[in-house]
């Protein structure tokens, strides 16, 4: 039997100072990782390194505990480890062929036995989702990796002689060392959401290890090395074998991501990717007689109320039944109360250390909280939109290129809601060019491609770099807030490289959009779901909602020394609230997110610093 955790890790290096006696300290930091490892906590301490754990049991065994740690002669290598390696079966069976013993069944212990054999060229090597650090004695080296996708969140700071880090900011908070201050680059990305570049993080002195990416610091310094990213080759496969290699390639992802001994469902809308998910786990549960797989669909209280607008082309509930009734899955709604959305959104600030997106984070923490009291991993179709082009925003860029990040086009004025003085030394516009132009700098490009493949191959990496990772935060944070652990095939790093070089021509064939991927489901869903127009989460938002949030802006405008007003106009706040009367819904959600930042900074008692 395997063991595989979903946990939360923590640490202190120091190359100058003793710190072994600074247990308590650790503790502190590891125990702040509480919500995403719940079922058992380790520490590990020596002159120069603390190690800390936090273990989410997904199949328990004592033989997994961690931090683990291995003897090299004289010396110890630690590993605190966070994730899956979906292929380590083969990774033991070659390390146990290369004479390493194991004492467990554990991915862990294959992680470690890979670093001794292979050093930072395990990487390479691991098909998964996971972030991991590795302290090793013998050249007082601590090692920071993390998957290629970045599903899961690894952050470090650099104090003078020493290097804190954690999954999440908090860890980091938790030791004296280390305070939440944010300049101006920090204030730009709080309010321009979804092109921070990679490995930035907010906070001042704040760094997060970006996708795809090893950290390695010694008394010398940090040293970042990048071990993926992605390629442009040319796209060889006619389109039948296109979408049959997609199927392929999902039906072995999916096969591999099931490997539970716990509760494992399908969050089930009723669109193609979640469709799609579910009845390729059906196919592989009942192959193996392990029952049927259990979905979840989520709506609210209000839902009756339904239209459509934007993302919102139709409701989930009916295709979701209707795709549960042709799989043939152990199917549960879930409604949820829209009234204790705000309940949720104070919550959601906690779990993203961080100011989030209002009702959008709140709604997903409170599906995530009811899967939890049946569940403890879950498939997700995140990423597939960004993977196959399913957003909007790609059919226009295809027709009418634009020179931005598509998802932001037509912004307006961003500077519009900021306070005086810092407008004053802060242009958010020029700010968002700046971060476009960056990461356009970076789009590999294949010699003889016309314009609009080469502008195709420029959307994909914009979503795939700068949107895709905003998303997988928020969902990591609401998942793991409750001890959820999500899995994201679409993620899978074989899929992306294939899928980011089929050109743009055959994933819209016929005028479809992500009609690879709707082929490729051909017979594994319903005509009527295969066919389906994107349809975005459900909303929470409604009319007591939206009287809640003027209400609560209203009382913001009453409090002069709030602290938001060190960052935001109360004029345009106090016109927004006035101009949001009667409205259905807030396009942008200015005020809630002010609300959000307000909060925070009280909450975590941010110093602002220019």
């Known amino acids: 039997m395997e063991e595989k955790d979903m946990c939360g890790i923590a640490g202190w290096v120091d190359w100058e100072r003793e710190i072994s006696r600074q247990r308590t300290t650790l503790e502190a930091m590891t125990a702040t990782m509480a919500c995403r490892g719940p079922d058992a906590s380790g520490t590990w301490i020596s002159p120069r390194a603390g190690i800390g754990h936090r273990r989410l049991s997904v199949i328990d065994l004592e033989g997994g505990a961690q931090p683990m740690t291995a003897r090299v002669g004289d010396d110890t290598v630690v590993l605190s480890y966070s994730g899956e390696v979906y292929n380590f079966k083969e990774l033991r069976a070659q390390l146990k062929g290369l004479g390493h013993p194991f004492r467990t069944e554990s991915d862990t212990e294959v992680v470690l036995r890979a670093y001794l054999e292979w050093g930072t060229g395990l990487a390479h090597r691991l098909n998964g989702m996971y972030a991991f650090a590795v302290w090793d004695e013998r050249t007082q080296e601590l090692v920071l990796v993390r998957d290629r996708l970045g599903v899961k969140p690894l952050y470090y700071t650099q104090q003078g002689s020493a290097l804190l880090f954690g999954s999440e900011p908090k860890a980091l908070f938790a030791n004296p060392l280390f305070r939440p201050r944010v300049d101006l680059d920090g204030i730009a990305d709080l309010f321009v959401l979804t092109v921070k570049q990679p490995g930035d993080a907010v906070y001042r002195d704040l760094r997060e290890v970006a996708p795809g990416t090893i950290v390695r610091c010694t008394r010398e310094g940090v040293r970042i090395e990048r071990y993926w990213e992605l390629e442009a080759h040319p796209h060889e496969d006619d389109p039948d074998t296109t979408v049959s290699t997609v199927r392929e390639l999902l039906t072995d992802i999916v096969e591999r991501q099931l490997v539970a001994d716990v509760p494992i469902c399908s969050l089930l809308s009723g669109g193609l990717d979640s469709s799609m998910l579910t009845a390729l786990a059906a196919s592989h549960l009942e192959a193996a007689a392990r029952g049927k797989v259990v979905t979840f669909s989520v709506d609210f209280t209000h839902e009756a109320q339904f239209a459509t607008g934007g993302l919102h082309s139709s409701q989930d509930s009916p295709f979701a039944r209707e795709a549960a009734d042709f799989i043939g899955t152990s199917h549960r709604e879930i409604l949820l109360d829209a009234g204790k959305l705000y309940d949720a959104q104070d919550q ?70 900021l306070a005086p003085d810092l407008r004053a030394k802060l242009d958010l516009n020029a700010y968002a060019a700046d971060r476009y132009a960056a990461a356009v700098a970076e789009v590999p490009t294949l010699a003889g491609e016309n314009a609009q493949q080469r502008r195709m191959r420029e959307v994909s990496y914009l979503n795939l770099t700068r949107f895709l990772p905003f998303l997988l935060d928020r969902k990591d944070r609401m998942s793991m807030a409750v001890g959820l652990e999500v899995r994201v095939p679409f993620c899978d790093h074989r899929l992306v490289e294939y899928a980011w070089n089929i050109p743009w021509s055959l994933q819209a064939a016929e005028g479809i959009q992500k009609s690879v991927l709707r082929k490729a489901a051909a017979g594994l869903v319903p005509d009527s779901i295969a066919h389906r127009q994107k349809s975005a989460f459900p909303s929470g938002v409604g009319s007591a909602y939206l009287k809640a949030t003027r209400e609560r802006a209203q009382a913001l405008l009453d409090d002069p020394g709030a602290p938001v007003w060190h960052l935001v106009d109360a004029d345009a706040v106090r016109g927004n609230v006035d101009a949001s009367a009667g409205r259905g819904i807030y396009e942008p959600p200015v005020l809630p997110r002010i609300l959000e930042i307000d909060a925070w900074l009280r909450r975590y008692q941010v110093q602002l610093v220019s």
């Open 348 to 417: 959601a600030i906690t779990a993203r250390d961080l100011p989030g997106i209002g009702d959008m984070d709140a709604s997903l923490l409170m599906l995530f909280r009811e899967v939890r009291k049946h569940s403890t991993v879950a498939l997700s179709g995140e990423a597939a939109d960004e993977v196959f082009g399913g957003y909007p925003w790609f059919q226009a860029e295809a027709t009418r290129p634009t020179e931005s990040f598509p998802w932001v086009v037509g912004a307006g004025d961003r500077n519009a809601i």
